[in-house]
């Protein structure tokens, strides 16, 4: 099992930056994916941004292009979220999610889940 812990929420005023972080313990050898979800009030869970955890190959949703980054420390076992030029659309529960094996875009298939943490953007 893996067990993962995300840090770094909190509230932030539209336009600035936020790192989130997120680590990894437990049979972390066994990760091939990384990423972060987010979920905001009567919505459902979507998909923000993905990492390989050998490659480093990212994928991002259209909606954080160009403003959200997600990195790894393979050797912390943490995968990180920088966030920047937040908008109030950004507020949400950000998620680290993990999968042992090639996963997509939703949720499907992503084995492993933080237990989240609060991000605001206030206008």
């Known amino acids: 099992q893996v067990q993962l812990v995300e840090s770094g929420g909190g509230l932030v005023q539209a336009g600035g930056s936020l790192r989130l972080s997120c680590a990894a313990s437990g049979r972390t050898l066994s990760i091939s994916r990384m990423g972060w979800f987010r979920q905001a009030p009567g919505k459902e869970r979507e998909f923000v941004a993905r990492?390989?955890?050998?490659?480093?190959?990212?994928n991002y949703a259209d909606s954080v292009k160009g403003r959200f980054t997600i990195s790894r420390d393979n050797a912390k076992n943490t995968v990180y979220l920088q966030m920047s030029s937040l908008k109030p659309d950004d507020t949400a529960v950000y998620y680290c999610a993990g999968s042992d094996t090639t996963v997509g875009v939703t949720t499907a298939g992503w084995g492993y889940w933080g237990q989240g943490t609060q991000v605001t953007v206030s206008s």
């Open positions: 990492i390989s955890w050998k490659t480093g190959i990212t």
